[in-house]
């Protein structure tokens, strides 16, 4: 897939560049931009961006794959989860508490639907909530 063979590329500066003209390529050759497809990639965009600590862009980013992602999946969707997800951390890295705790919550009702207690992504999202309780509670 894409997203794996990407993955195995170097740099994320390699990645952004690659994402971003996939997404120049699809928007013009595509009369539909509320797709998955595109969504995931302005999420895969923003991943890049977060890790980069580009918060700003890596919030526009997730924003709009957020847009896209809750049009097109159903909201048990895991893809949906991950961009919660995303938004939640960059919140948190903003110390935007109460929003992160907002996301992090929609993405542990999307988990705790499609995977059992004890799965990884489950146990995370736990403590991704936890964490920000106690620092709401500072």
Not at 44 to 66: G, P, T, V
Request: hydrophobic fraction near 35%.
């Amino acid at each position: 897939t894409p997203v794996t063979s990407l993955s195995r590329m170097p740099s994320s500066a390699w990645k952004k560049k690659c994402y971003q003209k996939a997404l120049r390529i699809r928007k013009r050759n595509s009369s539909d931009n509320n797709t998955i497809d595109l969504g995931i990639a302005y999420n895969n965009l923003a991943i890049i961006y977060s890790c980069r600590k580009q918060y700003d862009l890596a919030f526009e980013h997730y924003e709009k794959a957020l847009k896209i992602l809750e049009k097109t999946l159903s909201s048990s969707n895991p893809e949906l989860a991950v961009c919660y997800c995303g938004l939640g951390l960059i919140n948190e890295q903003r110390e935007k508490f109460e929003l992160a705790l907002a996301y992090y919550g929609k993405t542990a009702t999307i988990y705790r639907e499609i995977f059992a207690p004890t799965h990884p992504d489950v146990v995370q999202i736990e403590q991704h909530i936890q964490r920000i309780l106690s620092k709401l509670i500072k």
